[in-house]
Nanobody, 116 residues
Framework: QVQLVESGGGLVQPGGSLRLSCAAS????????MMWFRQSLGNVRELVAS????????SYADSVEGRFTISRDNARNTVYIQKNSLKSDNTGVYYC?????????WGQGTQVTVSS
């Protein structure tokens, strides 16, 4: 079955950096675009970044443009998001997601806390 497993979250100071990983299995990873979402306490899950199946095309939320970079390694079935110049409002649970046959699959999420 489809599995998405995020890792790399933690506590980081404002201005710091963090890289999250999402290991995928159970589907043909290289044929599907991937996405990263963030959900902060009491708020809806919001799209942070997305990447095409080949990695040639990426897009970002305005709030993270220029600070976050999404990438993927199709040989390792893994998608990444590099987060630089972190701010307190980047705090939340980060989820990777894939849409397969009109169904969205989610990982369990990884907590990122930006605080001094």
């Amino acid at each position: 079955q489809v599995q998405l497993v995020e890792s790399g979250g933690g506590l980081v100071q404002p201005g710091g950096s963090l890289r999250l990983s999402c290991a995928a299995s159970g589907f043909t990873f290289s044929s599907h675009g991937m996405m990263w979402f963030r959900q902060s306490l009491g708020n809806v899950r919001e799209l942070v970044a997305s990447i095409s199946s080949t990695g040639d095309s990426t897009s970002y939320a305005d709030s993270v443009e220029g600070r976050f970079t999404i990438s993927r390694d199709n040989a390792r079935n893994t998608v990444y998001i590099q987060k630089n110049s972190l701010k307190s409002d980047n705090t939340g649970v980060y989820y990777c997601a894939a849409v397969l046959s009109q169904t969205t699959y989610w990982g369990q999420g990884t907590q990122v806390t930006v605080s001094s």
